[in-house]
């Protein structure tokens, strides 16, 4: 398996609801990460997880919290989100935190608050 | 990190090498030079990457200067599904923020 598998692929989301992206990896990979991109704009770091640390948080507001539950997973729980927020989130993986070549990304969660 | 400057899009032909420089000119001896795309609608891809050597896979090659004030990435044989957004990012090992600058978007023309 050498994918990044992400779910939902599409969500739409109030500004008082909670919800959760999903992001799984089975390639034994130790570092994890979150990306935020808007349209036609590059992707932007969130959170680096290292060997399922918070490693990295780019001064990311509060309503977005990361999760690492066990190395082949990584979440990102939503909640007070506001329009400007929508966007496509990205997950990405890679073999060691030391390391900068062959992350994997996955495909992402377009996310649309409303 | 340091900076690098890429032409904000070019046209390639299909069949022919793409040539796709980058400027890097403050890059630090550690640091290497990495070479990422993104198609539209999917997650970026990892290409390739180097250090001071030149650098070839089953994708690309990857030419740095002797001073590694630039490098070009090289595709071969380019084909409509090498159109995409490539970027050029410079970054030392054990840097985990990994920053995607504006890219390059290379569009291949039949």
């Known amino acids: 398996d050498t994918e990044v598998t992400q779910t939902p692929k599409h969500l739409v989301m109030g500004m008082t609801n909670k919800k959760s992206l999903k992001c799984e990896q089975h390639?034994?990979?130790?570092?994890m990460y979150w990306y935020k991109q808007k349209a036609k704009k590059p992707p932007e770091l969130m959170f680096v997880y290292s060997y399922e640390k918070l490693s990295i948080n780019e001064s990311v507001p509060s309503r977005f919290s990361p999760e690492c539950p066990n190395s082949s997973l990584l979440n990102l729980h939503l909640h007070a989100l506001q329009p400007e927020d929508s966007a496509l989130y990205l997950c990405?993986?890679?073999?060691?935190?030391?390391?900068?070549?062959?992350?994997?990304f996955g495909s992402g969660t377009r996310l649309t608050v409303v | 990190d340091a900076k690098t400057t890429q032409p904000p899009s070019m046209d390639c032909a299909e069949g022919r090498a793409a040539n796709l420089p980058c400027n890097h000119s403050?890059?630090?001896?550690?640091?290497?030079v990495y070479w990422y795309r993104q198609i539209h609608s999917q997650g970026p891809q990892y290409i390739i990457h180097?250090?001071?050597n030149n650098e070839t896979n089953e994708m690309a090659s990857l030419i740095i200067t002797e001073d590694r004030k630039s490098s070009t990435l090289i595709l071969p044989h380019a084909t409509l599904r090498d159109t995409a957004v490539y970027y050029c990012i410079v970054i030392g090992d054990g840097n985990n923020r990994l920053a995607f600058g504006k890219g390059n978007q290379v569009v291949v023309i039949p």
């Open positions: 990405a993986s890679s073999q060691d935190p030391r390391w900068n070549y062959g992350y994997t």
């Open positions: 180097g250090l001071k």
């Open positions: 403050t890059i630090s001896g550690n640091e290497y």
């Open positions: 390639m034994g990979h130790r570092a």
